[in-house]
């Protein structure tokens, strides 16, 4: 029997890169109302069909947001756009597991930490710590038409090298 293979984690920013401004960037509509005097975030365009896309392709799908909105709200925002994550990390959560009681003041992300081996974000500083702590970055910020299959083409050459690298390694 072949060994059940894990899925690959890839995980989203939310401020600036699922949740953008409709001032700079094309979006979702919005919720109906009253929903959109609970929920104000606007969901940057294509947003479910990228979600939905890579979870078909077989990826998990995790928030890994350094805000501290509660896991409750961001479920509940996104289940009403038909989303289902697998996994959320907010600010809370990464001071709890991960910045703990550590002397030393930790990145804001450590997405290895959580075995995500791509995380999509808007700040360079965050991506550029991908090679010392050991994951892979993509940078979003700017309007893109084409996000979503960047994004796929990403996550599809990550898979590939971490593969490669777990044969190596044997
Ligand atoms: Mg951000």
């Known amino acids: 029997m072949r060994e059940q293979q894990e899925r690959m984690r ?24 009253p929903l959109n005097r609970i929920f104000h975030e606007r969901l940057r365009l294509g947003t479910p069909d990228v979600i939905r896309t890579l979870q078909e392709l077989g990826y998990e799908v995790w928030v890994y947001t350094s805000s501290f909105r509660s896991e409750k709200y961001i479920r509940r925002l996104f289940r009403l756009y038909g989303v289902h ?7 809370n959560r990464h001071m709890k597991e991960v910045q703990q009681n550590s002397k030393n003041v930790l990145p804001q992300k450590m997405p290895q930490r959580y075995k995500i081996s791509l995380h999509i974000d808007d700040e360079e500083v965050i991506c550029s710590l991908g090679p010392q702590y050991g994951f892979r970055a993509y ?3 700017a309007q893109d038409d084409e996000w979503k299959e960047k994004i796929v083409a990403r996550a599809e050459q990550v898979k590939k090298l971490t593969n490669l690298e777990h044969r190596t390694n044997q």
């Open 10 to 33: 890839v995980s989203f920013d939310l401020d600036e890169v699922l949740f953008v401004s409709p001032k700079t960037h094309k979006t979702e509509p919005e919720l109906p109302f």
């Open 85 to 91: 994550f697998d996994g959320i990390v907010n600010g």
């Open 139 to 141: 940078l979003l910020d």
